[in-house]
Structures are given as C-alpha cells and as structure tokens.
C-alpha cells in the first residue's frame, strides 16, 4: 500500500476516535447530570468532575500515546521511502555510468572507422609483363600510372609482400619491422586507437565482482563488437604485429583473452605454425577464467 493511502487512512482513524471519545463524555456527563437530584446530589455530581479529570487525563495520555505510534509509524514509511528512492538513484547512476562508457566505447569505434577511411597508398602500376604481383610496391621512380589505394585495400595490398618475406624469413622481428615502418605513418596510428578501444573495455568496471563470468561475458560481448569491424588483412596485420616488438608486451595478451583473432583467414597465414605463437583462446572464447 501507498504511503498516502496509509496516511489518509491513520487520519480518519484518528478523527473517528476522537469523535467516539468526545461523544462518550458528553453522554455520561448528560446522564449524570440528570439522574442526580437536590444539592447534596449536585454537589456529589461536582465532585465527579475529579475523576472525570482523571478520565479526561488518561484519555489524553492515550491520545499522546497514539500520537507517538502514529510518528513512529510514519518515521517507518519515510525510511522505506528513502530506501527505495536511494536505489533509484543507484540504478540511474549505473545506467548513466554505462551510458557514459558506451558513448566512449562507440566514439573510439567510429574513430577507427575514420582511421581505416583515411588510409591510403599511393602506387605505380608496373608494366613489365613478367611480375605477377603487376605492381611495384615501394619503389616510386617506375615509369607508370599511378593509383591510390584507399581504406582496407591498403591493408590488403601491403600484407601480400609481408606475406610473401615473411615466408622464408629467418629473423622474424627485422623482416616485419621493415614493412611496419614503411606503413607506420598510417598503420600506427590504426594499432594505437584499436590497443585503446580493447584496453578502455577490459578496465571498465561492469558489475562489483571483477572475476565473475557475468562482468567476463560482458565485456567479452563488446570487444566482439570490435572484432566484427575487422576485415581479413587487418586481423592478418594484427595477428603479425602482436607478436612483433610493437604489440606483443601489452596487445597480444588482450587478443589472446577476447579472441579477437577468431575469425582469422588461417590460409592467408605466412606460414600455418605461425598459428602455435598464440594461446588457443586468441581464435576462440573457452571460459572466463
């Protein structure tokens, strides 16, 4: 029942037995009055008024009393009420704190998106017959016409020669550090705003338990969200940049805990025991722990 439902009722109780007291009085007073005759019985009636005192002292006391039980029932229903407004406000302030992780979240996503659109390539078409690739990567003094890759293709097009030297490379770490850093300008750029995006999700606090599967699962859901933005030859480049230098101290173990590597086109792999340099989990959710 509502508090004023409750109050309105304790009221009218009050008023009707404040009614029922007065009526009660008047009554005996009235028939006392009546029933007694001559001065000796008059006088016994005023000597009634003693304890009609005593009556109207205990009625008072009673009323005191009730009084009492009434602010003491009322203080209850506003602790109550207090108790459900505070859980209110923490269920506002949870949402709001949500509301502003996701605005974060999303604002890093669109960001990326901008990162990938903003990459491009500038490259000579080679006219010489006998080069499959049909394009010279790097080298700008060749004689023909010049196309600008935009966006993924940029990736696409870099990771075939990574690909390619990384097939027979015997130092890992020089070969790919010397194609990052033909790509650095734009590449670091992208790995710096995706390490971001992951790292803002795994620090954010969903729930009071760090270590249950429920606050795992959740964050698990929205590093998903990032990883379905993913082409192939970005999850390529990422799988090959965190085990290099740059990403492996602090984004591999990210990749490896959100499995973002789950949809990776293991055919495109330099070499498929490339594979075994990660944790199983990096292309596949097992469990929270």
Request: hydrophobic share 35%; with cysteine; proline share 1%.
């Amino acid at each position: 029942m509502r508090k004023e439902e409750i109050k309105k009722e304790t009221e009218k109780d009050l008023v009707y037995f404040s009614i029922a007291i007065a009526i009660l009085i008047i009554i005996g007073w009235i028939i006392t009055y009546f029933t007694l005759e001559g001065e000796k019985d008059r006088g016994t009636f005023g000597d009634m008024f003693g304890s009609l005192n005593a009556l109207y002292s205990g009625f008072a006391l009673a009323g005191i009393i009730i009084t009492i039980l009434l602010q003491r029932k009322e203080l209850i229903l506003q602790r109550e009420e207090l108790r459900e407004t505070r859980g209110e406000f923490q269920i506002q302030n949870e949402t709001l704190k949500i509301q502003r992780f996701e605005n974060t979240f999303f604002n890093l996503l669109s960001l990326h998106h901008k990162i990938v659109d903003g990459i491009d390539f500038r490259r000579i078409k080679d006219n010489n017959p006998f080069n499959n690739t049909q394009f010279n990567l790097y080298d700008s003094e060749d004689d023909g016409a010049t196309i600008i890759l935009t966006g993924r293709d940029v990736f696409t097009h870099h990771y075939q020669k990574l690909k390619e030297d990384l097939s027979d490379a015997e130092d890992f770490d020089s070969t790919y550090d010397y194609h990052y850093q033909k790509a650095q300008a734009d590449f670091g750029h992208y790995f710096r705003n995706l390490y971001r995006i992951i790292k803002l999700v795994d620090n954010y606090q969903f729930s009071k338990s760090e270590e249950s599967e429920e606050e795992f699962d959740k964050k698990y859901n929205y590093a998903s969200i990032v990883r379905a933005q993913l082409s192939d030859f970005e999850l390529l480049w990422i799988f090959y940049n965190c085990i290099s230098k740059q990403g492996k101290e602090k984004f591999k173990p990210l990749i490896e805990k959100y499995s973002l590597l789950k949809n990776i086109p293991y055919n495109e792999l330099a070499e498929i025991d490339h594979k075994k340099l990660y944790n199983e989990r990096a292309f596949g959710k097992t469990s929270y722990q």
